[in-house]
């Protein structure tokens, strides 16, 4: 059985016990988290979905080799898509657009959204970098087309554009278009994309479990008091105040 299921089942049994507002001991939920049995092939494979998926290449080379766990995707095309998720971040979208291609030209060519926000990205860039002239022809030849055909390119496109109409970025409505979190969300975009294109997920399993978790605990709250976790980054059981 997954670790997925273990954790659903033990959920229900633990509800199941707490139907009525019961008051369970610090005894018996640990008695009951220590009943259920998860390998601990399940937990290191858990480990290297998150270090595959969010690109920490080193350290799951490093973990393969402690825990004998093998990743599902070849480590070295981690390298390739943390080259592309950079060159997004520090605004050198040709580049990352060059280096999709070499990854899997089909990726951007079946996405045309993507694509798009790639094209709208190297926009913000040139509008960034002062660039009007230069921004306005790229706009027109490579956006504006692509917005004829789909309503809601031309209105990004269109929202985008209207940042040269502002000379204080700072009083401009659509100003969060230059902030870094527009860079880190076209990379988000792009790196899912890729990891979409290997088979693999585009998160992590790890931060799904834990808000799982949480919204177990939840839902367990409206009907026990029960030593819960508080604080994720310790896992420390604490007593409910009764």
Same mark, same amino acid.
Request: proline share 3%.
């Given at each position: 059985?997954?670790?997925?299921? !273990?954790?659903?089942? #033990?959920?229900? &049994? ?11 001991? *610090? ?5 009951? !988290? ?15 979905? @998150? ?12 973990? /393969? ?15 390739? /898509? ?23 030209? &089909? ?7 993507? @694509?798009?926000? !790639? ?6 860039? !040139? ?8 921004? =306005? ?8 087309? /692509? ?5 809601? +390119? ?11 109409? +502002? ?9 969060? =278009?230059?902030?870094?979190?527009? *860079? ?13 294109? #290997? ?6 399993? =790890? ?9 177990? #605990?939840? #839902? ?16 420390? =059981? ?5």
């Amino acid at each position: 059985m997954s670790l997925f299921w !273990l954790v659903i089942r #033990q959920l229900a &049994e633990i509800e199941a016990m707490a139907a009525n507002k019961k008051v369970i001991t *610090r005894e018996e939920w640990e008695k009951k !988290l220590n009943d259920v049995k998860i390998r601990k092939e399940d937990m290191n494979k858990l480990v290297m979905n @998150f270090l595959v998926t969010e690109g920490y290449v080193e350290a799951a080379e490093k973990f /393969r080799m402690e825990s004998g766990t093998e990743p599902d995707i070849d480590l070295a095309t981690i390298t390739d /898509r943390m080259a592309v998720k950079k060159a997004v971040q520090s605004g050198n979208v040709e580049d990352a657009i060059e280096k999709v291609n070499d990854l899997n030209p &089909e990726i951007l060519d079946t996405n045309p959204q993507l @694509f798009f926000h !790639l094209q709208q990205q190297r926009l913000i860039e !040139l509008i960034r970098n002062g660039k009007v002239e230069e921004a =306005l022809e790229f706009a027109q030849e490579e956006l504006a087309p /692509r917005g004829e055909e789909n309503q809601s +390119f031309l209105e990004e496109l269109e929202r985008t554009v209207a940042l040269l109409a +502002f000379e204080d970025v700072s009083n401009c409505p659509v100003g969060d =278009l230059l902030d870094i979190s527009q *860079r880190l969300k076209t990379a988000s975009e792009v790196n899912a994309a890729i990891l979409t294109s #290997q088979s693999h997920e585009k998160d992590p399993k =790890l931060p799904s479990l834990l808000k799982m978790l949480q919204w177990a #605990q939840n #839902q367990l709250d409206e009907k026990a008091a029960y030593p819960r976790i508080n604080d994720l980054s310790t896992a420390i =059981l604490e007593d409910s105040a009764v």
